[in-house]
């Protein structure tokens, strides 16, 4: 029990640390943190499946693409124009916003009679046991599928975005490229032939 608290402390600071760092280098070195607490907090629970694929999924390719989402968007010579502050606009909706959905959620939970699902009890490699590789994918796969694919939908318009905002200007002199329309041709240039 001890060892839950001290990572679920080190769970909230690193998350605090992501979410207040001033770089974005180091928003991505503490969710690194951050996500390796959780795959501890997943080893205390003995789903060592679950812990790895916590490590290799999250801390080898999710931060790999938000570093090299950062790469692009800071790829230019000159500094980014900073418009108005809308921050301080947006925090009383959200928490109005906030407020009502854990008010749903709530009223949602007392509702709904609460279904004791009994895992067998055995080693974590064994079948339909917790932490096994069939209950991670029966999961996955039936209760969870709809926000799973709402994910990878997410990431895959995060990569697009990045890719359109690096591919407008030239890093090195800052021109705006222009775009070609489809299917348009180069102006045929005809030289002139040269008399010797």
Excluded at 112 to 131: H, I, M, S, Y
Aim: charged fraction near 10%; include cysteine; hydrophobic fraction near 55%.
């Amino acid at each position: 029990m001890i060892a839950f608290w001290i990572l679920a402390l080190l769970m909230i600071a690193s998350a605090v640390f992501t979410v207040t760092a001033k770089k974005p280098v180091y928003s991505v070195v503490g969710l690194l943190a951050n996500f390796v607490c959780l795959a501890a907090l997943y080893l205390e629970l003995q789903a060592e499946f679950l812990a790895v694929i916590q490590i290799v999924v999250y801390s080898g390719a999710i931060l790999i693409l938000f570093v090299f989402v950062i790469a692009l968007l800071s790829s230019g010579v000159r500094p980014f124009d900073v418009g108005p502050n809308r921050a301080p606009h947006i925090l009383y909706p959200a928490i109005v916003i906030a407020v009502l959905a854990l008010a749903g959620m709530t009223v949602s939970a007392l509702r709904t009679p609460v279904a004791v699902v009994q895992l067998p009890v055995g080693q974590t490699g064994d079948a339909n046991a917790f932490g096994s590789v069939g209950n991670f994918g029966t999961a996955l796969f039936t209760t969870n599928l709809l926000p799973f694919e709402v994910t990878a939908f997410i990431l895959m318009v995060a990569v697009i975005g990045v890719v359109l905002i690096a591919g407008d200007e030239d890093p090195t002199t800052g021109v705006v490229r222009r775009r070609k329309r489809p299917g348009a041709r180069e102006p045929i240039v005809k030289s002139e032939p040269t008399i010797r």
